[in-house]
T-cell receptor, first 117, second 112 residues
Framework: GAGVSQSPSNKVTEKGKDVELRCDPI?????LYWYRQSLGQGLEFLIY????????KSGLPSDRFSAERTGGSVSTLTIQRTQQEDSAVYLC???????????????FGEGSRLTVL | LAKTTQPISMDSYEGQEVNITCSHN???????ITWYQQFPSQGPRFIIQ???TKVTNEVASLFIPADRKSSTLSLPRVSLSDTAVYYC?????????????FGTGTRLKVLA
């Protein structure tokens, strides 16, 4: 597609339920990021995928959070047993690499707004 | 963990030039400096990127001193629609992977 696509745009769930958020990056972009943004706050790094390398999961807040990236393209962020503090906008971004490394130009999706009741 | 430091907020009036400075004392030799703009309920979008000296595009200028430990985003003649959060971004190598971690950003409010 022309840009980074995220779904669903809005998700309301009950505490304790599992949710899956999807990110479809720009075609050809090998780097993919997930960030979380709580209301009025900055972007919190969650996880980073680069090509076929093992993902950097250092930002995941708990073991209830996991993510995978299939075929080097689409990524799914899964939150198990959701809690109210998980309520936030989850943003996905992708970028391309050159011989010099990551270009540093991240293209963001519109985000998935998660509300846990 | 963020490698950048910016003022939390700034106010300006329409028509003025706004300069937002970011400190990145531990920037890597081969790292670029990238600035993003974020409006409410949207993902950040790329504004400008530079490595050293000065870069200018249709929306902003970026000034980077020789030591590259800071950078200044300059927005000429701001309007109300420039009210947004502005982030500067450099690479982060903590946890062994080169990646991008955002700082707190600067919340710019443009007043009429």
């Amino acid at each position: 597609g022309a840009g980074v696509s995220q779904s669903p745009s809005n998700k309301v769930t009950e505490k304790g339920k599992d949710v899956e958020l999807r990110c479809d990056p720009i075609s050809g972009h090998t780097a993919l990021y997930w960030y979380r943004q709580s209301l009025g706050q900055g972007l919190e790094f969650l996880i980073y995928f680069q090509g076929n390398s093992a993902p950097d999961k250092s930002g995941l807040p708990s073991d209830r959070f996991s993510a995978e990236r299939t075929g080097g393209s689409v990524s799914t962020l899964t939150i198990q047993r959701t809690q109210q503090e998980d309520s936030a906008v989850y943003l996905c971004a992708s970028s391309s690499w050159t011989s010099g490394g990551d270009t540093g130009e991240l293209f963001f999706g519109e985000g998935s707004r998660l509300t846990v009741l | 963990l963020a490698k950048t430091t910016q003022p939390i907020s700034m106010d300006s009036y329409e028509g003025q030039e706004v300069n937002i400075t970011c400190s990145h004392n531990n920037i890597a030799t081969n790292d670029y400096i990238t600035w993003y703009q974020q409006f409410p309920s949207q993902g950040p979008r790329f504004i400008i990127q530079g490595y050293k000296t000065k870069v200018t595009n249709e929306v902003a200028s970026l000034f980077i001193p020789a030591d590259r430990k800071s950078s200044t985003l300059s927005l000429p003649r701001v309007s109300l629609s420039d009210t947004a959060v502005y982030y500067c971004l450099v690479g982060d190598i903590t946890s062994g992977t080169y990646k991008y971690i955002f700082g707190t950003g600067t919340r710019l409010k443009v007043l009429a």
